[in-house]
């Protein structure tokens, strides 16, 4: 059975840091696709920041625009763990962050297999 668990969220001030992590179980995370997505309050779900492993070790990021420069991804494949470290975070940062795994980095969160239950982010003064 695969779980994804994710955990770090909380409440921030604008200009803060936050870390996210997700624990991986029952998936081989190796040669598949790790994202973050994100849904604020009558939003739809958007994309964060993929991360993908090909089977050499190559890792590749992709991060949306509005976060680039703000936020890292990163993933430990050994560990079975994807992080996301956001820093200057803002007020429209705030909404539910999911941790998503699937075998190639679509951006349609509709084509991505397994999800965990999300954590609150929520950025405020």
């Known amino acids: 059975q695969v779980q994804l668990v994710e955990s770090g969220g909380g409440s921030v001030q604008p200009g803060g840091s936050l870390r996210l992590a997700c624990a991986v179980s029952?998936?081989?995370?190796?040669?598949?696709?790790m994202a973050w997505f994100r849904q604020a309050p009558g939003k739809e779900r958007e994309k964060v920041a993929f991360?993908?492993?090909?089977?050499?070790?190559?890792?590749?990021?992709n991060y949306a625009d509005s976060v680039k420069g703000r936020f890292t991804i990163s993933r430990d494949d050994a560990k079975n763990t994807v992080d996301l470290q956001m820093d200057s975070l803002k007020p429209e940062d705030t909404a539910m962050y999911y941790c998503?795994?699937?075998?190639?980095?679509?951006?349609?969160?509709?084509?991505?297999?397994?999800w965990g239950q999300g954590t609150q982010v929520t950025v405020s003064s």
């Open positions: 998503a795994a699937t075998s190639a980095c679509y951006s349609d969160p509709g084509r991505w297999t397994y």
């Open positions: 029952g998936y081989t995370m190796s040669g598949n696709c």
């Open positions: 991360i993908y492993t090909n089977y050499i070790g190559i890792v590749t990021p």
